[in-house]
Structure formats: structure tokens, C-alpha cells
């Protein structure tokens, strides 16, 4: 993520940009990611939700990857939380 400064010097966290998440990823890696997202997207939890677009959950899953997080099960629960958040 991209730090940015706001006029009181204080760092805020502004969105994502690929130059930000340019990380190499292991073939297992991706396809747990991959299969998170599938399950995510496929979910009743996320088709009667219109707040978050499909990006977004991808966005997220990158995001909780880049961070270290490699567990399916552990990537599909913060998506989730993310979408009872947007609600």
C-alpha cells in the first residue's frame, strides 16, 4: 500500500496501485488465491451483497496475500469480513 501524507504530516494508507503489490507468487499460491476468490464470488453471502464488486474481493485476497496470508480458509473468512463490513 501507498503511504501518503495529509496536511498535518500524519501518514494516511491510500489505495493499492500494482507497482505497490508487484510481489511474485508461487504457482500454489495463486491457485489457493485463485479458489479463494471462486468460492468468495460464488457465495450467496456475496450475491445478495451489491456493495463490493468482485475487483474489490480480488483486491483484498492480494492485499491479505502480500501480507503473508497463504491459508484458503483464512483468506475466504477476511473476504467475507469485508463484505459484513461493507453491508
Known sequence: MRLQKNSKDAAIIGPATMNDLK???DATTVAVMRQALNEVVTDRRFLVRKSVTPLQVAEHI???AASGERDLNRLKSSAFEKLGAAA
Do not use: G, P
Open 23 to 25: 510481489q511474485k507468487y
Open 62 to 64: 492480494l492485499q491479505q
